[in-house]
């Protein structure tokens, strides 16, 4: 396979129906995005052994022979594509379905008959998490690894930009950094929006759906009111684990709510960042009071 092959915005699309396939292409195709297509799982595999390479992987759930959860399965266990955000297709709506899915690594779900505009939001989220992945892990290769060397200290950020480029840094600090660094990022950034710049869960619904979220973001950032806030983070480490304290200055939310995969939810055009934290990042996570202040540990064996 060619560089090319591992374009930006290339999606593998990995289901028996050719009429979907071809539905989702069309789609797809003229909003830039590059297709292939697997018709099977065993297919889909051949394609990673060779070395083919994308952005986000569309997975339909039932297939006869290898199904979709055994298709991830054998994914994850890959390490050139395990970390590629698989958007699953299905017409299942079982809470145990659903809940499978995530466990093993698939944060975006698609309801069929597919919603083509809910589609074009779901492939972009994923395609942008992949990119944020990319971001933060170059920012590990070019931070200090003298961070794993403290045992204790805090630090705070207002922006974005500094939530990302903080998160490479602290992730540094684990034993397991590239998986650290995405589910860390996912928190601070909800502490900043969701805390710190008052954006709803709501409100981040209606702005993905108008592309406009991360314009909002940086406009709220710059805001008076919002100049003397900053999410403090505490890093402090013990021989048998590393504890991450996050705090933002917002009311909370009702955090209980998004700890587990519920079908209210999950075929939403956002929301994955805490399940993913805590599924693929941290052996473990609490949240204090109202929810503006998160502990997450990483267990050291």
């Given at each position: 396979m060619t560089d090319a092959s591992a374009g930006s915005k290339t999606v593998l699309i990995i289901d028996d129906d050719r009429i979907n396939s071809l539905i989702l292409r069309r789609v797809l195709e003229p909003e830039g995005y590059s297709i292939i297509v697997a018709n099977d799982g065993e297919t889909a595999l051949d394609l990673f052994a060779q070395g083919q390479r994308c952005a986000a992987v569309i997975l339909d759930r039932r297939m006869p022979g290898m199904d979709g959860i055994e298709?991830?399965?054998?994914?994850?266990?890959?390490?050139?594509?395990?970390?590629?955000?698989?958007?699953?297709?299905?017409?299942?709506?079982?809470?145990?379905?659903?809940?499978?899915?995530?466990?093993n690594g698939a944060f975006y779900y698609l309801s069929k008959p597919l919603d083509m505009g809910l589609l074009l939001q779901i492939v972009a989220a994923a395609v942008g998490e992949g990119a944020t992945r990319k971001r933060l892990w170059t920012q590990l290769e070019s931070t200090c690894s003298a961070i794993g060397l403290i045992d204790r200290g805090l630090f705070r950020y207002q922006t974005m930009q500094q939530c990302e480029h903080l998160a490479g840094l602290l992730a540094n600090s684990c034993p397991n950094p590239k998986r650290v660094s995405i589910g860390l990022y996912e928190l601070m950034l909800n502490a900043l929006e969701h805390g710190n710049l008052g954006i709803t869960y709501n409100d981040k619904t209606a702005l993905v759906d108008s592309k406009t979220w991360e314009m909002e973001v940086r406009r709220r950032e710059v805001l008076p009111e919002n100049q003397g806030k900053f999410v403090a983070v505490t890093l402090a480490r013990t021989p048998r684990k590393i504890r991450f304290r996050i705090q933002d200055r917002g009311d909370g939310f009702p955090w209980k709510n998004y700890l587990e995969a519920t079908q209210d939810r999950v075929f939403d055009n956002?929301?994955?960042?805490?399940?993913?934290?805590?599924?693929?990042?941290?052996?473990?996570?609490?949240?204090?009071?109202?929810?503006?202040?998160?502990?997450?540990?990483?267990?050291?064996?």
């Open positions: 298709v991830l399965q054998h994914m994850k266990k890959i390490p050139t594509v395990c970390e590629i955000p698989v958007v699953m297709a299905t017409d299942m709506n079982s809470s145990y379905e659903i809940w499978e899915g995530v466990k956002h929301g994955r960042g805490i399940l993913l934290a805590k599924w693929e990042a941290f052996d473990r996570i609490t949240y204090q009071g109202n929810g503006n202040c998160v502990v997450a540990e990483v267990l050291i064996q």
